[in-house]
């Protein structure tokens, strides 16, 4: 088989590499599409040093090579979208029902080799059966969905609310489509208006860029009253903590999605004396059976976010379209 193997910072080959010999609760899938996004792009770099050599990937659909001897419920053929977080199952968290937390989750594509490569062996249980009439694009975004969709329920948001959704990436433009499921009012907020005529195509009411300034009078405009009653923020960056801080009312409520990296100053005088709620909401529980429902459904599209396609032998400009401002979701077909 081939593989697209990083063997340091931005060295990244197609190569032959060995077939995975298959574990007893283990299957094989053969790659039909692979997303990349901001996670394979910091490893690509060097920004998240990984072991290596490492095939990247965690955005995975494809059809089942081959399945150990002790699996149950899947067979070679069946299409799937990988689910691709598992936990130890053994530590407190886990046991409490917190296997998202857990302090020895395996990530695939990250600590274990992932979907960049004609064939990836995973556990079993990470596999969902794909609805047989949903193209394999559409299901490429379900991993950054249930992200979403778990983000959301962290925020409890209730019908005629107003939110507002921090970044046009990926994650805002499937935030911003749950929330208007569940019967919201949303205001996108990014920093530039690149990508406020999707925004407004899938559902936004209203956009604003944080390069107009005056966040705090933009919510209150947009909510009528002193602020959004829910923030969610998606761009991952300490400004963008700020900038929900500044949107939601008083008694409102804000869920951290991003992970930023750099420092992040908050004026937690501020937090306190407005009572407001921040929860941090990281990957996903027990949200993928959703997400795959809202994708069959037609609830979220997910077709307009993709906007770049690549073959596996030209992994180097998939990267380097990521880079580019125009791009949303790049997508490999294998």
């Known amino acids: ?19 995975p ?6 299957v094989l899938v053969r790659v039909t599409a692979a997303g990349l996004c901001g996670t394979d792009y910091r490893i690509w770099s060097g920004a998240r040093p990984v072991a290596y050599p490492r095939v990247m990937g965690h955005e995975v659909v494809g059809r089942l090579e081959q399945v150990g001897r002790d699996v149950s419920g899947l067979a070679p053929g069946v ?31 990250i ?12 556990p079993s249980r990470c596999c ?23 983000a959301v329920n962290r925020g409890a948001p209730r019908p005629g609310e107003s939110a507002a959704i921090i ?22 907020v990014s920093r530039t208006h690149r990508r406020f005529a999707l925004a407004r195509e899938l559902g936004a009411e209203q956009t ?15 909510s009528g009253r002193e602020g959004v009653d829910l923030v969610v923020e998606t761009a991952g960056t300490a400004e963008a903590v700020a900038h929900a801080l500044e949107l939601v009312r008083p008694g409102g409520r804000v869920v951290l999605t991003g992970l930023p990296h750099a420092p992040t100053p908050v004026a937690f005088f501020s937090v306190v004396r407005r009572e407001v709620t921040i929860s ?55």
């Open 1 to 19: 088989m081939k593989a697209a193997v990083l063997h340091g910072p931005r060295d990244l080959r197609v190569e032959p590499a060995r077939q």
């Open 21 to 26: 010999a298959v574990g007893p609760e283990e």
């Open 79 to 109: 299409r799937v979208v990988v689910e691709p977080n598992y936990s130890c199952g053994q530590c407190h968290l886990c046991r409490e029902g917190n296997r998202n937390l857990c302090l020895a989750r395996t990530a695939v594509g």
């Open 111 to 122: 600590d274990v080799d992932g979907g960049f490569a004609e064939l990836v062996r995973l």
């Open 128 to 150: 969902w059966p794909a609805p047989a009439h949903v193209d394999d694009e559409d299901l490429l975004v379900t991993e950054p969905l249930a992200v979403v969709v778990r």
């Open 167 to 188: 970044g046009a990436g990926t994650l805002g433009l499937l935030a911003l489509q749950v929330l208007r499921a569940r019967g919201v009012r949303v205001l996108v």
């Open 208 to 222: 604003w860029a944080v390069a107009d300034g005056a966040l705090d009078a933009a919510a209150c405009r947009f």
């Open 280 to 334: 941090g909401s990281m990957i996903y529980q027990d949200e993928f059976p959703e997400a795959l429902r809202l994708v069959a459904a037609g609830v979220v599209r997910t077709r307009p976010l993709v906007t770049h396609r690549f073959g596996l032998e030209r992994i180097a400009d998939a990267f380097a379209a990521h880079a580019d401002s125009a791009s949303i979701k790049v997508a490999l077909e294998i």
